[in-house]
């Protein structure tokens, strides 16, 4: 039996560093390293968040919850987790299309490509960047406990607890709004993962806090929040109008405003962004057409212009019903009663929820007549 190797600590601290400097080449924001292990807390606290019901329709956040609480579960080769950062700061105001109410106000993440395709890419990128550079370590350190590199990847399609792990590898923390919230990006950042059987140290803790800091839970328009650190998904715009598949509430209805898909107001709220960098990836940067909708052009939407104009977006993935139902409600906000004539049609839609919302939108126009 070979003695013990005591190089391999600097030799994987030489590795991680190397990955570090691959990732912010690719162009990532932000990268860290940790077990890939999580504590009880973060079971706890996702048992917690589903026996309240603050999951709403969303059955799958229900399902694979030891996966979801403990990388290990999922994958029980892993030891270590890569976690990366990419921000999608915007440029300027994100909310101010909210202060036009003849627009429709799109989350700042959705004005262009899917992002689950631009982080993937960049992933698998540097996933094979570890492989290569972890097995080249192995074999010249001559370290024989260490089984042979192997990574997977993952956006947030699986059941991956990816906040409090980019927490744990010193990404930022997680703030009242329960997303991260990192010192040098604020509050815009998208999460990407990679698992690996790599044996990585451990990065120091981020720092900064939330303090008694609650702009972003005052922030909120239907109050989401019922406590700091806990969002009732239920009440949330985001939620409502994208993961939910029927009526909106009617009480909640007039809070939405005009977004029409997603929405920023706790995240745009956060004091930390004043840290943050415009993104500089030129596939999440706004469209024009995105940044600012016509709520009278994007009503007439059928299900072809409806692709057609959303292909490569997430929005695309709501579907056109959903969508126009969203684009009714806001339009029922906006007050501006001479857009009455374009949702006539949509009262008799083949769809009822699409035609209950134009119903409920004329209806709501006709209270701000004089």
């Known amino acids: 039996m070979p003695a013990p190797d005591h190089t391999a600590p600097a030799a994987l601290t030489r590795l991680a560093e190397r990955i570090r400097h691959k990732a912010l080449t690719l162009g990532f924001n932000a990268v860290g390293f ?6 009880p807390e ?44 990419l921000s999608y700061a915007p440029e300027g105001d994100p909310l101010a299309t909210l202060a036009r109410p003849e627009c429709g106000n799109i989350s700042v993440y959705a004005r262009h490509r899917d992002y689950h395709d631009v982080v993937k890419g960049m992933l698998k990128h540097l996933a094979q960047f570890v492989v290569n550079e972890g097995k ?16 997977k990847v993952f956006v947030d399609t699986a059941p991956v607890a990816e906040k409090p792990l980019a927490e744990q590898a010193g990404l930022g923390w997680q703030g009242k709004h329960t997303n991260l ?5 604020g509050s ?33 328009p239907t109050q989401a929040f019922p406590e700091p650190y806990k969002m009732d998904a239920r009440r949330c715009i985001s939620y409502l109008t994208i993961e939910h598949a029927g009526p909106i509430p009617h009480d909640l209805r007039p809070a939405i405003g005009t977004h029409i898909y997603g929405c920023d107001d706790c ?19 706004a469209r024009p ?19 057609k104009l959303f292909a490569g977006s997430p929005v695309k993935r709501i579907g056109r019903n959903r969508f126009i139902r969203n684009v009714l409600i806001a339009i029922g906000n906006s007050g501006q009663t001479d857009l009455r004539s374009v949702i006539q049609p949509l009262r008799h839609d083949s769809d009822p929820i699409v035609a209950e919302a134009a119903d409920w939108a004329e209806a709501r126009l006709k209270e701000t007549l004089p």
């Open 267 to 285: 995240l745009a709220a956060c004091p930390w962004n004043r840290f943050a960098r415009t993104s500089r990836h030129i596939k999440l940067q």
């Open 34 to 39: 940790c077990p890939a292990h999580l504590g």
């Open 181 to 185: 919230v990192s010192r040098t990006e």
């Open 136 to 151: 080249a370590t192995l074999s010249r350190q001559n370290l024989h406990d260490q089984i042979p590199p192997e990574v």
């Open 289 to 307: 057409d995105l940044t600012a909708p016509a709520l009278k052009d994007l009503v007439q939407l059928d299900d072809a212009a409806f692709r």
């Open 188 to 220: 815009w950042l998208f999460l990407g993962e990679i698992y690996t059987t790599l044996a990585l140290p451990t990065s120091p803790p981020s720092g900064g806090q939330c303090g008694s800091c609650t702009r972003c839970l005052e922030a909120c």
């Open 42 to 85: 973060v079971r706890h606290r996702l048992k917690d968040f589903l026996a309240q019901g603050y999951h709403g329709e969303m059955g799958w956040l229900a399902t694979r919850t030891d996966e979801r609480a403990d990388p290990q579960s999922l994958w029980p080769e892993a030891r270590s987790v890569i976690a990366l950062g």
